[in-house]
């Protein structure tokens, strides 16, 4: 099912990616009125070219960190990018202080948050589009196989449904590093290019060490054709 298939990878990746983009893009003032009104901010999105509408719901964590997950049962995607809800109680009932430390919040940190994990908000939208599209299953197994010390990791990097997650993930990286060029630049790119911005990637570079030659083989070529389908569309882009 996860096969190498370009023009698949392709189109869930453009679909996982723009979305995440838009989640990335809600405007400060829309995050911070529902904590106005002693509510978390919550959306429904709808995924361009489907029938899938998904609810992306903010929730606290300690301040400094970003995670996302995909709860399927009720087709969420769960941000948790708010400071801890203690602070937050202090701040929306600390009056002008609170409502300057408020702006700030969600004009300049909560905003760094969500770009520093927008490729992992990717990485569960394909969770999400695999399984709301396709009908795949992600076994309870191999979520639980991530927090089993390193053979655990490598059995969770190399499950199907993982595997293409991180992979998808990646290459939302890779296209932000290519996007960053300049045609000229574009035009002369090589192999060489490829593994060096490979090496710059996040997710590949934390991943890679827990995935045998096989399954890093199968990652790279599948990049590799993604890359060059990434820089011919950016040079011919207007």
């Known amino acids: 099912m996860f096969d190498a298939a370009p023009d698949r990878d392709l189109q869930l990746r453009d679909l996982a990616s723009k979305t995440a983009r838009e989640i990335v893009s809600i405007p400060p003032r829309a995050l911070l009125e529902p904590l106005l009104r002693s509510r978390l901010p919550r959306f429904d999105v709808h995924i361009d070219g489907t029938s899938i509408d998904i609810v992306v719901q903010f929730e606290p964590v300690d301040v400094g960190h970003g995670q996302a997950a995909f ?3 009720s087709k969420m ?3 948790f990018v708010l400071p801890p809800a203690s602070e ?3 701040m929306v ?7 300057r430390e408020l702006k700030r919040l969600f004009e300049n940190d909560v905003p760094k948050v969500m770009r520093e994990i927008a490729s992992d908000i990717a990485h569960e939208l394909t969770h999400a589009l695999d399984i709301l599209l396709r009908g795949a299953k992600i ?3 191999d979520v639980q196989s991530a927090n089993s010390g390193e053979e655990g ?3 969770y990097v190399s499950s199907p449904a993982e595997f293409n997650a991180f992979f998808q993930q990646s290459m939302y990286e890779l296209e932000k590093e ?3 060029l300049k045609k000229n630049v574009l035009r002369d790119l090589t192999l060489q290019d490829f593994m060096r911005m490979m090496g710059k990637t996040r997710t590949y570079v934390e991943r890679a060490p827990y995935l045998d030659e096989k399954y890093r083989r199968k990652w790279l070529s599948r990049a590799y054709q993604t890359y060059v389908h990434f820089i011919e569309r950016l040079r011919d882009a207007g």
């Open 88 to 90: 937050l109680r202090r």
């Open 153 to 155: 990791l490598r059995k």
């Open 93 to 99: 009932t600390g009056g002008k202080s609170g409502n």
């Open 71 to 73: 709860i399927q049962k």
């Open 77 to 79: 995607i769960v941000l």
């Open 178 to 180: 290519l996007r960053q």
């Open 139 to 141: 076994p309870a197994t």
